[in-house]
Structures are given as structure tokens and as C-alpha cells.
């Protein structure tokens, strides 16, 4: 193998080292690949580490036998080896077939040419080949684009994103989550496959969407990109009515959280709450995602502020959790819109709720100092009555008529019979 100048020196984990070590022992080639060098680049550490090599699986298998492996897509080539518990997926050199309906490559074979792997890749920025020794191995420009913050596809993107739709979601969560500018050509592209999204599952997109909305350049991405989200969430590009500025910016205002973003993403769905669990629906959130979020929207009008009895059943209707998170979101949203009034009251009701919280005071049935057996035992009949007489207490603690104390709600309870 040639050896090239290395002016580059990341400080790779000691198990990663093994492993390349270990590679070349074998007499194999062996680069780490993809986001771990894009992020050391940008002077990020790498969450995890790939490599990419000649060897086939079972070569790999032959020389990594002393290790804990994992066959993580055999068909793929992927095997995962655990070094010091530290997993890491080693790639065979693939070159992908011919794909069919826009995500799934027809066949996937193996090459002994680093070149052509990296041909493959969707980014140039992810194409980018290191190793401590032998230095980077860039044939498309990789380090150009990160030191210009720019998302260019490897080769032809309109036929890249032909291949596969899913690089075009990559592409807006890349630049989201990076902070980087998608390169001309590739964005005409973007706009012109989005259709091919259709393609795409639920999951896939359900996991880039919420990684887009979390990126610091998310307000750029959703007031540029909206139309590629058009073929996938249609009911939600017709609610925003064309008005992706507002939206994008209410987005990027509120917290770093992956309940607010969507709740802020769906704002143009507030008044039609059907549509909005349906989307979730379809994009497979989980059962308590849905309904917080769910939760959420339906209180988007909600002042969130008044009397203590009024923020008591505040606290009371959606939960600590969601009370403290409605009113982050709603002064965000004040802040960003500059209305310094709303966010003042919003500061002082957040105060009085964490004091609530802190003090365990009492928000729902269950934090009542009574329970059903306790009015059970004064004759209250179970079942409807019960949870009536139960509801009723927690009103009359909430408006202050009695104090959330067990003799005192007893005597509250006789008295109303
Ligand atoms: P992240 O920080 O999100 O993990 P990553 O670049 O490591 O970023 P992965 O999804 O882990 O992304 O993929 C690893 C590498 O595999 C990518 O860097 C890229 O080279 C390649 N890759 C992943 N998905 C695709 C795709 N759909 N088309 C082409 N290449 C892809
Ligand atoms: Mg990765």
C-alpha cells in the first residue's frame, strides 16, 4: 500500500487501534470511515467508530476469534467487534448493485478496492478514509467540503438520490444537526427527488425528522426544505399555509428537546387534533410520545399562568413533567416573539409550580392524603361513586376549601354527604 503524508493525527481509543493492529497483522487493509473521521475533522470525538476493510466476514471471524463478535448484517459484510467493550463495526469493501424502488440495492458485492467503497457513500464528507499510519485517503474532495461546512453527494446526486431516497432526508438532518450548507447542486436535487421519499419507511423518516428538529440550523433547513417534507406530511404542509418562516422560526425557539420540536413542528395542526395524532400515528411514535405531544398541542392557547388554585390545576391536568415542559416552551415562544410581559408572568408561574412540585403538594387523585378504602370505610360505594367522591376532594384542595390533610378531607367528605 502507498503510503501518503499524514498531516492529520486524531487520537483514536486504544481498542480501535487493536483492531486496525490487528487488521494489518492479518495482512488485510483496515480505515476508520464515515462520521468518525467527518467528526474529527470538524474537531468533534466521534460517538463511535467504523471501520472499513478487504477482509470478508469470515476472514474476520478467522482473526478477531479471540474477540466477542456480533454479525451485524452479514449479507452487508458488517461484523461488530467488541474490544474492551467498546463496539466496533468493521465493513468489508462493498460496492451496492442496482437499487430498486429508491432504497434497496438489488444485490451488494464485495470489492478488495477501498476506492470503489467509498464510491458508494452518500456525502463526500462521510467518504472520507483514515488511518493512523497511512494517513487520509480523500478521492472526492471530502476535506474541502467539511472545511467549507458544505453537504456535497458523492457523484451524481440526482442519481444518488435516486438510488436511495433516504440520503435526501440525510442530507437536511446533516445540515441541521451540523450546521452545514447543503452544496447547489445536491439541493436541486433534493427538491426535485423529495417525491421518492414516498419510498422511505416511517421509521427512517420518523428517525432523521427528529434529529433534524433538534439541530442548531433547523429554522435555515425548515424554512428552505419544507417542500421535501410536502410528499411525506402532506396534511402538514397544507396546515402550515406556505408559512415555513413563522413555523421554522417557533421551532428553533423552543427547547432542545425532541417533545418540544414536535410539538412546535405541529403547531399548524393544533386546531385539528385527529390530523396530528394521526401523523404521529403514521410516523410511528410510541404510545405516551403521541399522547404528551397530543397533550401538548391541545394546551397551546393555555395561558399558563393565574392563581395558585389555577396553576394547581394546571399541574393537576397535564402532569409535573408536562406542566414544567408547556411552560418552557410557551416562554420560549414569548421570548422569541418579544413579548418581555408574557415571559415576566410565565417566569413567575414557572416559580410557584416548581414550589408546588418541590413541596409535593397535592396536583392529582393520587396525591391526595386519603385513598378509596378510607371513604370505602364511611360507606362510599366503589366504582363510579368513588371516583367521583375522589375527584371531588382533589377540586375542593385545589380551590384551597380544605387543606390535603387525612382527618380534614374525612370530615370534608361526611360534611358534602
Ligand atoms: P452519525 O453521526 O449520524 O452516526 P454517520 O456518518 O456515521 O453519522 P451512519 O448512518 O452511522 O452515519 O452511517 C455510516 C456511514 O455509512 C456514513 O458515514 C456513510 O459513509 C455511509 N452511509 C450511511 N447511510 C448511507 C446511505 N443511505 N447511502 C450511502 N451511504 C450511507
Ligand atoms: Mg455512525
Same mark, same amino acid.
Given at each position: 500500500?502507498?503510503?501518503?503524508?499524514?498531516?492529520?493525527?486524531?487520537?483514536?481509543?486504544?481498542?480501535? +487501534?487493536?483492531?486496525?493492529?490487528?487488521?494489518?497483522?492479518?495482512? !488485510?487493509?483496515?480505515? +476508520?470511515?464515515?462520521?468518525?473521521?467527518?467528526?474529527?475533522?470538524?474537531?468533534?470525538?466521534?460517538?463511535? $467508530?467504523?471501520?472499513?476493510?478487504?477482509?470478508?466476514?469470515?476472514?474476520?471471524?478467522?482473526?478477531?476469534?479471540?474477540?466477542?463478535?456480533?454479525?451485524?448484517?452479514?449479507? %452487508?459484510?458488517?461484523?461488530?467487534?467488541?474490544?474492551?467493550?467498546?463496539?466496533? #463495526?468493521?465493513?468489508? !469493501?462493498?460496492?451496492?448493485?442496482? $437499487?430498486?424502488?429508491?432504497?434497496?440495492?438489488?444485490?451488494?458485492?464485495?470489492?478488495?478496492?477501498?476506492?470503489e467503497d467509498v464510491a458508494r457513500r452518500d456525502f463526500t464528507m462521510n467518504a472520507l478514509? $483514515? %488511518?493512523?499510519?497511512?494517513?487520509?485517503?480523500?478521492?472526492?474532495?471530502?476535506?474541502?467540503?467539511?472545511?467549507?461546512? *458544505?453537504?456535497?453527494?458523492?457523484?451524481?446526486?440526482? *442519481?444518488?438520490?435516486?438510488?436511495?431516497?433516504?440520503?435526501?432526508?440525510?442530507?437536511?438532518?446533516?445540515?441541521?444537526?451540523?450546521?452545514?450548507?447543503?452544496?447547489? /447542486?445536491?439541493?436541486?436535487?433534493?427538491?426535485?427527488?423529495? %417525491?421518492?421519499?414516498?419510498?422511505?419507511?416511517? #421509521?427512517?423518516?420518523?428517525?432523521?425528522?427528529?434529529?433534524?428538529?433538534?439541530?442548531?440550523?433547523?429554522?435555515?433547513?425548515?424554512? &428552505? !426544505?419544507?417542500?421535501?417534507?410536502?410528499?411525506?406530511?402532506?396534511?402538514? !404542509?397544507?396546515?402550515?399555509?406556505?408559512?415555513?418562516?413563522?413555523?421554522?422560526?417557533?421551532?428553533?425557539?423552543?427547547?432542545?428537546?425532541?417533545?418540544?420540536?414536535? &410539538?412546535?413542528?405541529?403547531?399548524?395542526?393544533?386546531?385539528?387534533?385527529?390530523?396530528?395524532?394521526?401523523?404521529?400515528?403514521?410516523? *410511528?411514535?410510541?404510545?405516551?410520545?403521541?399522547?404528551?405531544?397530543?397533550?401538548?398541542?391541545?394546551?397551546?392557547?393555555?395561558?399558563?399562568?393565574?392563581?395558585?388554585?389555577?396553576?394547581?390545576?394546571?399541574?393537576?391536568?397535564?402532569?409535573?413533567?408536562?406542566?414544567?415542559?408547556?411552560?418552557?416552551? %410557551?416562554?420560549?415562544?414569548?421570548?422569541?416573539?418579544?413579548?418581555?410581559?408574557?415571559? #415576566?408572568?410565565?417566569?413567575?408561574?414557572?416559580?410557584?409550580? #416548581?414550589?408546588?412540585?418541590?413541596?409535593?403538594?397535592?396536583?392529582?387523585?393520587?396525591? +391526595?392524603?386519603?385513598?378509596? /378504602?378510607?371513604?370505602?370505610?364511611?360507606?362510599?360505594? &366503589?366504582?363510579?361513586?368513588?371516583?367521583?367522591?375522589?375527584?371531588?376532594?382533589?377540586?375542593?384542595?385545589?380551590?384551597?376549601?380544605?387543606?390535603?390533610?387525612?382527618?380534614?378531607?374525612?370530615? $370534608?367528605?361526611?360534611?358534602?354527604?
Amino acid at each position: 500500500m502507498q503510503k501518503e503524508k499524514n498531516t492529520f493525527c486524531f487520537p483514536l481509543p486504544v481498542p480501535v +487501534l487493536a483492531v486496525l493492529h490487528r487488521l494489518h497483522m492479518a495482512g !488485510y487493509e483496515g480505515f +476508520l470511515v464515515g462520521g468518525c473521521v467527518r467528526d474529527f475533522l470538524r474537531g468533534v470525538t466521534p460517538h463511535d $467508530y467504523d471501520l472499513t476493510t478487504n477482509a470478508l466476514p469470515a476472514d474476520m471471524h478467522r482473526m478477531f476469534a479471540g474477540y466477542r463478535l456480533i454479525d451485524t448484517g452479514i449479507k %452487508h459484510g458488517t461484523v461488530t467487534v467488541l474490544a474492551d467493550g467498546m463496539p466496533i #463495526e468493521v465493513t468489508t !469493501y462493498r460496492v451496492d448493485g442496482d $437499487y430498486r424502488d429508491s432504497r434497496h440495492p438489488t444485490e451488494v458485492r464485495f470489492t478488495a478496492n477501498l476506492r470503489e467503497d467509498v464510491a458508494r457513500r452518500d456525502f463526500t464528507m462521510n467518504a472520507l478514509a $483514515y %488511518h493512523p499510519d497511512l494517513g487520509m485517503r480523500d478521492y472526492v474532495d471530502g476535506c474541502a467540503d467539511i472545511a467549507a461546512r *458544505r453537504i456535497r453527494a458523492v457523484g451524481e446526486p440526482r *442519481r444518488r438520490f435516486e438510488e436511495d431516497a433516504l440520503r435526501i432526508l440525510r442530507a437536511l438532518r446533516f445540515s441541521s444537526v451540523l450546521d452545514f450548507s447543503i452544496e447547489e /447542486e445536491t439541493a436541486v436535487a433534493a427538491h426535485a427527488c423529495a %417525491h421518492l421519499l414516498k419510498n422511505i419507511s416511517a #421509521e427512517r423518516i420518523h428517525e432523521e425528522l427528529r434529529k433534524l428538529l433538534c439541530g442548531q440550523n433547523v429554522q435555515t433547513v425548515l424554512t &428552505t !426544505y419544507a417542500d421535501v417534507l410536502a410528499p411525506v406530511l402532506p396534511a402538514w !404542509y397544507c396546515a402550515a399555509r406556505g408559512d415555513f418562516a413563522t413555523l421554522a422560526a417557533r421551532v428553533a425557539a423552543v427547547p432542545n428537546d425532541p417533545i418540544s420540536r414536535f &410539538t412546535a413542528f405541529l403547531l399548524p395542526l393544533g386546531d385539528d387534533l385527529t390530523t396530528a395524532d394521526g401523523l404521529m400515528a403514521d410516523l *410511528r411514535f410510541d404510545r405516551r410520545t403521541r399522547e404528551r405531544i397530543g397533550k401538548l398541542l391541545a394546551h397551546r392557547k393555555d395561558p399558563c399562568t393565574g392563581d395558585l388554585a389555577a396553576l394547581r390545576r394546571f399541574v393537576a391536568g397535564l402532569g409535573g413533567e408536562d406542566a414544567r415542559l408547556l411552560l418552557a416552551f %410557551h416562554w420560549a415562544l414569548a421570548v422569541a416573539e418579544g413579548d418581555h410581559d408574557r415571559a #415576566e408572568s410565565l417566569t413567575r408561574a414557572a416559580k410557584t409550580v #416548581e414550589g408546588l412540585l418541590q413541596k409535593g403538594a397535592c396536583c392529582t387523585v393520587r396525591d +391526595l392524603a386519603v385513598r378509596g /378504602e378510607d371513604l370505602a370505610a364511611l360507606g362510599c360505594p &366503589t366504582g363510579k361513586p368513588m371516583g367521583d367522591a375522589l375527584r371531588a376532594l382533589l377540586a375542593a384542595v385545589l380551590d384551597g376549601r380544605v387543606e390535603n390533610e387525612k382527618e380534614q378531607l374525612l370530615a $370534608y367528605f361526611q360534611a358534602q354527604q
